[in-house]
């Protein structure tokens, strides 16, 4: 049974930073990796991907494009959100996702597997 665990959320002032880890665990493969966020009485939303299998694709939202960066370490099965100038819309809480896709094509919604999520809060 796959697992993953997020960590790195927490409460910070506009314009600051976080970085979120992601770590996986127990999967067989995977080659797609992502964070996405929802906020309460909001859709979810993609905020980035990232294949994990070969070639790095990584593609963001057009909200978080120019301050968020997604990275991975391979080696430690784990992936990364680096979120620089953040803005109280960015509130929300957030989820890594992780799933092997046919074509390593990993800018899609339909992810089998999610961590619990971590909670991110900027203020104002």
């Known amino acids: 049974q796959g697992q993953l665990v997020e960590s790195g959320g927490g409460s910070v002032q506009v314009g600051g930073s976080l970085r979120l880890s992601c770590a996986a665990s127990?999967?067989?493969?995977?080659?797609?990796m992502a964070w996405f966020r929802q906020a309460p009485g909001k859709e979810r939303e993609r905020v980035a991907t990232?294949?994990?299998?070969?070639?790095?694709?990584?593609i963001y939202a057009d909200t978080v494009k120019g301050r968020f960066t997604i990275s991975r370490d391979s080696a430690k099965n784990s992936v990364y959100l680096q979120m620089n100038s953040l803005k109280p819309e960015d509130t929300a809480m957030y989820y890594c996702?992780?799933?092997?896709?046919?074509?390593?094509?990993?800018?899609?919604?339909?992810?089998?597997?999610w961590g619990q999520g971590t909670q991110v809060t900027v203020s104002s």
């Open positions: 996702a992780a799933d092997a896709f046919a074509g390593g094509y990993c800018h899609r919604q339909d992810y089998r597997n």
């Open positions: 127990g999967y067989t493969y995977i080659n797609c």
């Open positions: 990232i294949n994990t299998g070969g070639g790095i694709n990584a």
